[in-house]
């Protein structure tokens, strides 16, 4: 069990991941008063973000943690896929994408856990 | 979306054992899914605080560089810059990506409002979504609370399929391809070094070809 009487419990717990996760934005800030918003690190870094978010994300659909580990990784691929297609038919348009995949994944999951695939 | 996916979270935090109190206030706090789910998984196995600390911690690195490259969005604008610290606290993928996508267009006075209003529209959604999936969960069939988790990424997919700049698409289709690779070899540090490593090599790959011929010394 984690021990939580030393730090006041589970809003102590609350408290100390909160501040450990701000100190990620605070870093960012401070940074970002010391060099040219213009520049190239600047640039760079805005490169390094996308490059993060594109690795978490492809990470959490391909190889996720958790509860989505419980599903195929066949139906999240087929659900991506639904998803480009009306990505383009819509001329990128992120709305109809999003719920066109969502919807595929939810049919495909509900099927399987009643047993018809 | 941030509605739904957050109930996804709600359901997720109940069943890990957090109070109702904590799981809603977290999203204000934290507010960012994996740190939180980072959060709930390990708070439900009883693993150590450092541990859970530092997990979450992690899991949001990706803060960094992104309050770095939307800060100067709202440099010249004194009013939104004093509020920075709390700018930043706000600051989510979605309103990240959308800022960084709308904000460039906008005139300077007009950012501030069009950001704190993205924010606390997002971030009414999440509490929103948290308390309802909380009260929920132990109604939802597993097919339901799993596709409300996966809503969430896949949102993200078609906002950053979206992006227009040569170094940002780049950076997006080297760090997808490098992202599940290096978690393979490290789950802790894969993601950090993932970013420095895509976006490095699509800045160098974008300047290489904007320099026009004969200029390029590598």
Redesign the interface.
Known sequence: MTNLSLIGGMWGLLILVSLSTYIWRAGGVLIAQRIDPNGAVSQWFTCVAYGMLAGLISRILLMPIGILAETLLADRMAALAVGFFLFWIFKRNMLPATIGATMVFLALTTLRSYGYL | ?VLASMMGFGS?ARESG??F??SV??TA????L??Q?A?A???AV????LA???A??MA??????????M??LF?ADERAWRW??IL??L?S?NT?ALT?RHGPAMPQEQRFHYYMGLCITCLTGGLIGTAVGYYLATSF???????L???N???????????RQR??I???????????L???ISPEW???F???????A??WI?KRMKAPPGEITP
Do not use: K, Q
């Not at chain 2, 069939?141 to 596709?147: A, G, K, T």
């Open positions: 979306m997720l957090l109070s109190g904590v206030v977290s706090t934290v507010w960012g994996p740190g789910v959060f998984e390990l708070f009883g693993a150590p605080v859970i600390m530092l979450s911690s949001n690195l990706r803060f960094l560089p992104m309050s770095l490259s800060l100067p440099r920075r610290y930043v606290a600051m993928i990240w960084l069939p597993f097919f339901i609370i799993v596709s988790i996966f809503l990424p896949v949102y993200f997919v078609f906002v950053f399929a979206g992006a170094n940002c780049l950076a997006l289709l080297i760090g997808a391809v490098l992202g599940p290096f978690h393979l894969g993601l950090p993932c970013g420095v490593i895509a976006g490095s699509a800045f974008d």
